[in-house]
């Protein structure tokens, strides 16, 4: 086994975290906003007449930061351990549903045994 063949699992597991951090961030800064006018119109839906009305008005009152923003810091600590570990997962059940598939061509998948 080669040098290659044994840094291979933490090439792997840096490259997953590196992808699923990415993941997680673009995922809630593009989320966040729709995010809050959502919570916004179903806490207080007397206030606001629709979702771009809701938009305007948070902005407005509250910046893009302290208005649309509120609340990143934990969605981003959540959804990127999330993403982080979806990732090893849907690898290791695609690589098992691949030999299952394998083993099924070659006639000898026994998937109860």
Known sequence: MGNEEKNQPIKDGIIDFVAGS??????????QPLDTV????????HLYKNMIDCFKKTLKNDGLYRGLYAGTAPA???KRCRKFSSIPVLRFLSKNN???HRQRKRGKFKPYE
């Open 76 to 78: 981003l600590a959540t």
């Open 22 to 31: 990415v993941g997680g961030v673009a995922l809630v800064y593009v989320g």
């Open 38 to 45: 959502k919570v916004k119109m179903q806490t207080f839906p």
């Open 98 to 100: 691949t030999e299952s």
